[in-house]
């Protein structure tokens, strides 16, 4: 097959190769290099031109190829290198000699390496392949503190009579390097607190992977703005390197403002504003304590939340954590029956006030499961059937969860979340009624073929309360369904039973209150576009219910989701499948960002 793949044209010269594949071609004009932009320079260009397209047809294999080069001239414009290539047969491996030294000869991820080389005997002779090799193990070498290893030899015997070549790689690594005492500088906290984050025990075998968990420990801490861990190879001690760490800590607060809006969730069916301000103190001492406090305002749901954190035996792993919020909001919908059009016309939501003070301890076992357990007392006022309700609670409570990621990426292309949960109140601990809150939530993320992806997650609860004391248990403990993280389609905990009534005004009415039990699929399948654009179509199912009112609820939709750096941003229109006694059947758009796990 013959190819002509020309140069960009100057003014003094242009090349013209034939004969030779589309790659080959690249590779003689990278080794041909700049096009000349003088007539000195042309000279210069066409006299090493033979040289230099030899050399790059050794360079992946061709020791036997014919050059044929002319030069058409022009008396205006430029000169034209014609060159003609009959590559023949290429050079092809026949063994390759690869022995190791040293301590390396038992470090597992040097195991792994060798078992992915990309060089094998009938490959093609690629010199780049072969200067990769080399350099991948001296790389991997040094990253797993074999500071003194060496090649005892490493050359390639081209045999260009019978084609063939054999390559020669030996590598002695010497001893392997440990990690020795680990230093910090420019921090304000005390040492324990600094100690219990390094995440591998003292003497351990040197890697650069060891002192990049060590990096990311710091920076989950959210202490410091500046992290360098670096590993000092010009002070080390018999096999020990010591470790510098190098930190500068963030400023003593942080304000964020964010401004949105919610399109079609208010009574009216209008534009909702929301402003949020949330102040944050990293470190508030050399404990380090921290403080995250959040406002957010708008016409139907102001919310104010404030956490104080304060480390226990480990900054990250164990945290106790004391947390105070006051906040309003609205479930549901309410109607009133109009017998003029012989319909319900809605008249608002569900409205509550809640307060709410908690104290929660948070600890991370070595299995990786995150423990939690929390005593929390609230007060939630609000209005249900015309009736006032202010009942108080004393939540003891404790949930186990773990995390399961196939990558650290902001869209792992894998992963299993599950997470149980239980809670109890009782009057004899100064709750209005006795109450047991079970739930669980799963959630799974799996990628086939590396473009397709399927996420599917699903929510089970349970409120175990007795039949006359449903109504004292506030709306916040109840549960709704609908909303981006439920049955897309619908508006945020608009879906639930509903209960008949006549109000003050000695009308017909209606009003849904939530559900004693709570059950919610989905499963959504998206395909990678591009690594960074995907689209995905989703189905949603089931619903908050009571005993009495069970009415499943199915939504279909899709939408299209960009990964961003700051994690997917997703695009989504989900249309409810039906029609339900207090809801329309909906369609609703929603903008969300975050990963899925």
Known sequence: ????????????????????????????????????????????????????????????????????????????????????????????????????????????????WLNQLTIKPGD?????????????????????????????????????????????????????YHIGDVSFEGHTLNDNILSELIPFESQTPYSTAKLGELNRELLDTNYFSSIKVLPQLDKINGVDVPVKVELLNRPSHSLELGVGAEIGNSTNDGIEPRIKVNLRTPQINRYGHSQESSIEWSPDRPKFLTTYTIPLSHPLDDQLKLRVGLLRDKYGVTQVYDPDKRDYTKT??????????????????????????????????????DTNYDPRFLLLGTSISKTKRGDNTLDPKSGFFQQYSIEYADPQLSSSVRLTRLAANFKVVETFFKKHRIVSRLDMAANIVAEEDLPFVPPSLRYFAGG??????????????YIEYINDDGQLAREVVGGRYLLVG????????????????????????????????????????????????????????KETDTVDRSWRIHVTMGAEI
């Open 1 to 112: 097959m013959l190819i002509t793949l020309p140069a960009i044209a100057d003014n003094y010269l242009k090349v013209s190769v034939t004969g030779a594949s589309p790659s080959l071609t690249r590779n003689i004009n990278a080794h041909l290099g700049e096009l000349p932009k003088s007539a000195n320079q042309r000279r210069a260009y066409i006299f090493n031109a033979e040289d230099n397209i030899r050399s790059a047809l050794h360079s992946v294999g061709y020791y036997h190829a014919k050059v044929n080069q002319s030069i058409e001239r022009a008396d205006k414009g430029p000169w034209t290198l014609v060159v003609d290539i009959t590559p023949g047969e290429p050079t092809t491996i026949e063994w390759v000699d690869l022995q190791l030294k040293g301590e390396i000869l038992n470090d597992v991820m040097v195991t792994n």
């Open 124 to 176: 093609v002779l690629n010199h780049g392949t072969y200067e990769n090799v080399k350099s991948q193990l001296v790389t991997l070498a040094l990253a797993r503190g074999y500071f003194d290893g060496e090649y005892t030899q490493s050359n390639i015997v081209i045999n260009r009579d019978r084609k063939r070549a054999q390559i020669s790689l030996h590598y002695n690594s010497g001893i392997r």
């Open 348 to 385: 608002g939501e569900l409205e509550s006030t809640k307060m709410a003070l908690g104290v929660i301890r948070q600890q991370r076992l070595k299995s990786n499961w995150v423990w939690t357990y929390s005593l929390e007392a609230m007060n939630e006022s609000y209005t249900q059937s």
């Open 484 to 497: 981006d993280q439920s049955i897309r389609g619908y508006s945020y905990q608009e879906l639930g039973p």
């Open 522 to 577: 989905s499963i959504e399948y998206q395909y990678y576009l591009t690594p960074t654009w995907r689209v995905g179509t989703f189905v949603d199912a089931g619903n908050a219910f009571d005993v009495d009112q069970i009415e499943p609820i199915v939504s279909v939709g899709g939408g299209i989701h960009w990964i961003s750096p700051i994690g997917p941003i997703k695009l989504d229109l989900g249309v409810g499948l």
